[in-house]
């Protein structure tokens, strides 16, 4: 079965620090991997999207992710967290149904 | 530009009651999504529909629940005779319906069953 796992429930940075977000992923064929962003009583925030090419992504608010085919990860990452940054984060995969596969999220909390 | 708008944004009913939750995708947009979203969990998706083909109606949890795109724009998710667990934030997606292009979310509706 198709599945993204996000296998922190919750993650915790010291502002200024770099941070990680951890996402795997088993899905068929090439896959197309999405990060999202929600904040409290919003939607959901497109982040960055992998397709192909270049397996380091960059995306909105200096938010990055690097793709990994041997190990099916697609991590975020940023140089140096902010406290506003602080939110629920989502990576995603395209299906060959058409419909994107979520993973259950992970809470980012960064301190000052 | 416009994104895509839900209304209403809360939505407070007594159980057994039937509820109708609207989206307005972005313009343009072949494809739509609804999903359910409980407190501070994962998503859930409950249907898909792209142009003119017949929706994905796959994750809808029960007959009570229905919904219908007219014309290729607006959405409407209608569920009947509600219960306590139906209480969720019911989000709305669209996107140009290709695998490479990311979906756009409106802000949702939070519903709440009494």
């Known amino acids: 079965a198709q599945s993204v796992a996000q296998p922190e429930d919750q993650v915790n940075v010291a502002e200024g620090n770099p941070l990680t977000v951890k996402c795997t992923y088993s899905v068929s064929g090439n896959p197309y991997l999405f990060w999202y962003v929600q904040y409290p009583n919003r939607g959901l925030q497109f982040l960055l999207k992998?397709?192909?090419?270049?397996?380091l992504v960059k995306g909105s608010y200096g938010f990055e992710a690097e793709f990994n085919k041997s190990q099916t990860s697609f991590h975020l990452k940023k140089p140096s967290a902010l406290v506003s940054d602080s939110a629920l984060y989502f990576c995603?995969?395209?299906?060959?149904?058409?419909?994107?596969?979520f993973g259950q999220g992970t809470e980012l909390s960064v301190k000052p | 530009g416009a994104g895509v708008s839900q209304s209403p944004s809360n939505k407070v009913t007594e159980k057994g009651k039937d509820v109708e939750l609207r989206c307005d995708p972005i313009s343009g947009h072949t494809a739509l999504y609804w999903y359910r979203q409980s407190l501070g969990q994962g998503l859930e998706f409950l249907i898909y529909?792209?142009?003119?083909?017949?929706?994905?109606k796959s994750g809808l949890p029960s007959d009570r629940f229905s919904a219908e795109r007219t014309g290729g724009s607006v959405s409407t998710l209608t569920i009947q005779r509600t219960q306590q667990e139906d209480s969720a934030v019911y989000l709305c997606a669209s996107s140009h319906g290709q695998p490479n292009q990311p979906q756009h979310f409106g802000d949702g509706t939070r519903l709440s069953i009494l």
């Open positions: 995603a995969a395209y299906n060959q149904g058409g419909k994107l596969i």
């Open positions: 992998y397709i192909t090419g270049d397996n």
């Open positions: 529909f792209q142009g003119n083909s017949a929706p994905d």
